[in-house]
């Protein structure tokens, strides 16, 4: 029988920049394969949209990776996964595969947490949707789980401004509640959180455990793909990453080069 070619690539899409932060960890851990990343930067914030622009800007998107050689999609967007991914994965079906972000965040959570308290940070929308606190409850029924909306760190994020004392000013406020619930773990349930990681870890103190996308997206992958031959076996490996926005290129590759770890290249998208 002939040999599939492998020529395909992992797509990964988030609204805006948060998600190369993920990307730069799957890199690290999948190193031989090709990447495609996609940045909805011009319609980004998703977080506080409805429910049903957010599934029809994510449709755009994963359309858009699957037509760029994608075998493989992953949603690193938590409110898009929150929103869209199940109606798009029903769509789709088993011809292409979608994969989304809350669940390994949520088994990762229920594994790290001793008091059975986890708090969860997320947009707005992630929060209305209630999907983390129905997955954890699907995992261990007697977790309970706190939830805090966090509207204005994706904009900051999104305006380079994750490093100024006006964040971490906002972060505290937000965070304040959670510590009163007593969490012993917290799921940072944004892409973009992850970049505020260092900044979270000085307000919350050691003691408690940070789920986060980049901690446990790349470990399921190589477990997802390990399990998959059929997929595994049809994906390049000619170690070529590819980016675009769909908004400017030189602010994306400016700030996008900061949260991807290294000098990136990228390209416009349109989305239709
Ligand atoms: N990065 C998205 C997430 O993980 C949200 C950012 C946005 O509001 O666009 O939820």
């Avoid at 599934?55 to 869209?84: H, M, P, W």
């Avoid at 789709?92 to 990762?108: C, D, N, Q, S, T």
């Amino acid at each position: 029988m002939l040999k599939k070619k492998r020529a395909l690539r992992i797509g990964i899409f988030d609204s805006g920049f948060g998600g190369l932060h993920v990307l730069r960890s799957v890199v690290r851990t999948l190193p031989k394969y090709d990447y495609v990343y996609l940045g909805d930067t011009a319609r980004a914030p998703y977080g506080d949209r409805s429910q049903r622009t957010i599934y029809a800007y994510t449709k755009q998107a994963v359309d858009f990776l699957f037509s760029r050689g994608c075998g493989i999609v992953i949603i690193a967007c938590n409110t898009a996964s929150s929103e869209a991914l199940r109606k798009i994965q029903d769509e789709y079906g088993a011809r292409k595969k979608v994969l989304g972000v809350l669940i390994p965040a949520a088994e990762e959570a229920v594994r790290r947490t001793k008091n059975r308290r986890v708090g969860v940070i997320a947009t707005r929308s992630t929060v209305a949707s209630s999907k983390f606190v129905r997955e954890l409850a699907k995992l261990d029924p007697n977790t309970r789980v706190f939830q805090k909306a966090c509207p204005l760190l994706v904009p900051l994020i999104e305006a380079g401004e994750h490093n100024s004392c006006e964040t971490e000013t906002i972060l505290k406020k937000y965070l304040a509640p959670l510590l009163e619930k007593k969490i012993d773990t917290l799921i940072l349930g944004c892409t973009h959180y992850g970049i505020l990681k260092r900044k979270i870890r000085k307000i919350i103190g050691p003691d408690i455990a940070i789920v986060s996308e980049e901690g446990v997206v790349p470990e399921k992958l190589k477990r997802y793909l390990a399990r998959h031959p059929e997929i595994e076996e049809t994906l390049g490996t000619r170690l070529r990453t590819r980016f675009y926005t769909t908004d400017r290129t030189d602010r994306f590759e400016h700030l996008g080069s900061k949260f991807f770890g290294k000098k990136i290249r990228v390209e416009k998208a349109v989305l239709r």
